[in-house]
């Protein structure tokens, strides 16, 4: 690898970084899961750092093309299906607080995930690359062979789903 390229890896995975990781972590909910996913996906766009060509796209759509597959294969050898996680949701490292203040925010991250959950596999992984992730509806599209007006559509479905339930909750 040259000095250049080098570099442009260096500036690529320093802007890409934090959202890979967000889009990893709350796709297991488990920050190890996520370190270990991000590992992966660095180590694979390395791989192949020099054979990228911009000409068949663009190289964050090819990066969570990655990032999708890595996922992927974390649960095909997991085996086990837990999309958002409760530890993600409250954050990493929680402040202190007391008690009725942390009933609610366990109250509220169990409402949000009950919601999550009542999406399609489809529709969370679409929430997923949008929210945490930080695609475009055209990047998700492409990574997920859909076109670029139904993501919007499952995007607004889920959202206006999503909300419906919490304020049902809620009264």
């Not at 040259?2 to 909910?29: I, Q």
């Not at 488990?30 to 660095?42: G, K, N, P, Q, Y």
């Not at 759509?61 to 974390?74: E, G, K, M, P, Q």
Request: contains cysteine; glycine residues 8%; proline residues 2%.
């Amino acid at each position: 690898m040259t000095d250049n390229a080098a570099e442009d890896f260096g500036d690529f995975y320093e802007e890409w970084f934090p959202r890979v990781y967000n889009y990893a972590l709350h796709r297991t909910g488990l920050a190890s899961r996520a370190d270990e996913i991000v590992s992966e996906t660095f180590a694979r766009v390395l791989e192949s750092w020099a054979g990228f060509d911009s000409e068949k796209g663009d190289r964050r759509t090819w990066l969570f093309s990655i990032a999708f597959r890595a996922v992927a294969d974390h649960y095909r050898s997991e085996k086990r299906r837990r999309w958002f996680g409760l530890d993600a949701l409250l954050g990493a490292e929680p402040a202190e607080r007391g008690p009725e203040s942390s009933l609610e925010q366990c109250q509220e991250s169990e409402r949000l995930l009950g919601v999550l959950g009542a999406l399609s596999e489809e529709h969370r992984e679409i929430v997923a690359l949008k929210v945490f992730g930080g695609l475009t509806n055209r990047a998700i599209a492409k990574l997920l062979s859909l076109t670029e007006t139904n993501v919007g559509v499952i995007l607004f479905r889920s959202v206006r789903l999503m909300r419906k339930s919490l304020s049902g909750a809620e009264a």
